[in-house]
């Protein structure tokens, strides 16, 4: 038996393969949206990729179940509570799907979602591992305010947190304590909130250090789960709904996005500049937003546009325009992009700040704080700064005075170049927008 683990660290995501060698069979769980590198790893073990399960239908990124399914025939196996759209066996309490001498058992355990299961893998008639989705982390348990209003079942975040409570203490902790956790999900992720920074743990491990396996009442429990969850990207939702239908083979997508010179951008499609901030401010065409090419870029792309709304993606050079496709397509916006090209010149630009008038001036400027509620709460760089969290920043920036200069920031800068370009392309030329950048260094 053999268990390989992928990792996407733009979205702190696990996929898994479980394979047994005897027999050169695999088992794919919770597969990413480019299916290549398990069609290449299956092919270097020469082995057949007979199974797919889908630990719940993903909320912050596509799966590749269906074109897995399409490409080689592989059963999809999910809960029946998803009511999946495609074709599928349903896999819940009491089921199991049989390699050889190992046995994949499935545990109905939701609390992240109504349709979540966990996967144990028993080898030789003992429990070695267990594959918990979104249900149990390392450090932490899956949030469980994603389902209130999206996918076959809804349930409100309290509901939720005290089924969380139950398939937590009365499921998995009843597993050995040697047993393998392996979750779907790592530190970086916003489907829970303190993730460690280890890929993988034991269930005695994290009877010890988790803090949702202690003994606690429900009602202690459900108030620490549901209280201080980061926000909720516009895209979540969407990619439930996706992922609960199946996605098209992302090659066939990426193919379909129309790619050509800049030519004159229609001033109803939003620009998506990924240059470096630097080089944005220089130069950059009207109404653009700089969401720059980094870690987190899908993350802020389907935070900052909402499913549906199309927009250009900009990028440095053609290489990096074609990775940033690829990039998009994780979370299923491939489908919005209006057109894809490289940046040949633009007539707007950003003056940068004067530092020190502002620090000995802070009256004579309206300061935008866009981190999250959270960030603030604990720490208030400026005390008369209007706090709007980015990704509300386009719906709200009209909350903002337009009497003073403004000056956005961030913790370091990357958030406050998407911030200040957002209201630039709000505001025109009727206020000078200035954007901190890693200047709020100083003021730490």
Known sequence: MKIKQFEDIGLAQYGYAISNEAERTMVLIDPARDMAPYLAYAAEEQATIVGVIETHPHADFVSSHLALHQQTGATIYCSRLVGA?????SFDDGDEIVLGNIRLKAVNTPGHSPDSISIV???EGRNKAVFTGDTLFVGDCGRPDLRENVGN???KRTELAKQMYDSLHNKLMLLEDDVL???AHGAGTLCGKSLGKEKYSTIGIEKVNNWSLQEMSV???VSALTEGQPFIPAYFPYDVDLNKRGAEDQVHT?????????GTPDENVVV????????FKEHHLPGALNLQNGGKFETWLGSIITPGEPFYLVAANREILEELIVRTAKIGYEAFIAKAFVFEDGKESMVPINVEDFATNLSGYTIVDVRNGSEVKEHRFFDQALAIPLPEL???VAEIPLDKPIVVHCAGGYRSAAGSSIIQAAVGNSVKVFDLGENIKRFQ
């Open 121 to 123: 893998l028993e080898e």
């Open 394 to 396: 386009r719906q709200r």
């Open 272 to 279: 998506i500049d990924t240059r470096a901030e630097a080089a």
């Open 181 to 183: 956790v392996y979750p």
């Open 219 to 221: 009602d202690v429990f």
């Open 85 to 89: 759209a495609y074709p599928h066996q």
């Open 254 to 262: 990426i193919a379909r996005v129309p790619r050509g010179a800049q």
């Open 153 to 155: 079942i809804t349930a």
